[in-house]
């Protein structure tokens, strides 16, 4: 989601031509402005997969927008609506919070000890004060009994006056060792996490905060998303750097770097510290797609896959839609990934 320290111009282009092998293209123009549709599409997914009651996989998605978006899909290419997290635009709380906010960011959706964990946050663009929330399910079927969401409140917040962070962008990893670590934040001084109590999904009472990546040997601190898995004895750590929000003229794009140790250091592949700016590409703009980032991974017994976010140029109305790609591993062990499972 949007979080840059300065604002950046966003383009008044009517219509983008793109030069490509089949001939010349022209992009269709959005609807309405890139900042103005950030609740639109489906951006900042993260992924879960469940088996219902049938015996058949089922993958949901959790998304940006008015009281988070849930989508459902049994093939990972054909995706419906599958309701709201939330009645609301925003919980009551976090709008008291956070004045001027229309709508829910990225959210982090989990499975763990018979529940499902969903970290969300709440602020407006470019600004440091935000809140993360947490809300619990026992199913994410409408149709079972059990479908109920329950909003436990206040798990993190910021603002310029009490934190050097911004508190957004959430993700839980539960490590090898059982802790339950909380990843986050945008910009500022760089992504966090700490080390979360499982009977409330919140800090550790006394437990420090840890800082994971960040760029400060770089003149953007754009570095935001964080998203860890572990994968054959390391940690990842994938983070988005650079412009996530300008349709077109988006730069975004997913780095990585490993550690053994879940709080890190992490590295990228040449060695060099994410805390000092370090991050391996794994996925950056192409003529088609502008912008791909916010990544969740997906795993699954039939493997694993990207979930992200990307403009198509082809159909900028749509804003920043869901994507998903098949991610396998280098023999180095480094992750890369394929082309779209599908494309619009």
């Excluded at 103005?36 to 900042?44: R, S, V």
């Excluded at 709201?84 to 635009?89: L, P, Q």
């Excluded at 900028?316 to 396998?328: A, K």
Aim: hydrophobic fraction near 40%; aromatic fraction near 10%; charge should be negative.
């Amino acid at each position: 989601m949007p979080r840059p320290t300065l604002p950046t111009p966003v383009s008044l282009t009517l219509a983008i031509v793109l030069l490509s092998v089949a001939g010349i293209a022209a992009a269709q123009p959005a609807a309405t402005g890139a900042r103005q549709g950030l609740l639109n599409g489906a951006a900042d997914p993260t992924a879960v997969a469940v088996t219902d009651a049938s015996g058949e996989t089922v993958y949901y998605v959790a998304a940006t927008g008015h009281g988070v978006k849930l989508l459902r899909s049994t093939d990972l290419a054909h995706w419906e609506p599958s309701g709201r997290v939330f009645k609301k635009a925003v919980p009551g709380w976090a709008r008291r919070a956070v004045p001027g906010t229309d709508g829910v960011w990225a959210p982090d959706l989990s499975y763990h000890d018979g529940l499902y964990y969903l970290y969300y946050s709440v602020s407006t663009f470019g600004s440091q004060r935000s809140v993360i929330g947490l809300a619990v399910n026992k199913s994410l079927d409408p149709a079972s009994d059990d479908y109920k969401w329950e909003d436990r409140g206040l798990v993190i917040a910021s603002s310029a006056e009490t934190t050097n962070f911004n508190a957004i962008d959430p993700a839980l990893l539960v490590d090898e060792e059982g802790r339950w670590l909380l990843f986050w934040g945008s910009y500022w001084t760089g992504l966090k996490a700490v080390e979360i109590d499982p009977a409330t999904g919140k800090p550790q009472e006394g437990a420090e905060i840890v800082a994971v990546a960040a760029r400060s040997d770089r003149q953007s601190t754009a570095i935001e998303a964080a998203f860890p898995i572990f994968h054959d004895g390391y940690y990842y750590l994938f983070v988005s750097w650079d412009a996530c929000c300008d349709g077109a003229e988006s730069t975004y794009k997913v780095m990585v770097g490993r550690s053994r140790d879940a709080l890190g250091p992490y590295v990228d592949a040449a060695g060099k510290p994410m805390l000092e700016g370090g991050g391996t590409l794994v996925l950056k703009s192409s003529e088609r797609w502008r912008g791909p980032g916010h990544n969740g991974v997906l795993t699954t017994d039939k493997g694993q896959w990207m979930v992200h976010h990307t403009y198509d140029m082809e159909h900028l109305d749509s804003q920043r839609i869901l994507q998903v790609r098949p991610l396998t591993w280098t023999k180095s062990g480094w992750p890369e990934v394929g082309e779209p499972v599908a494309t619009p």
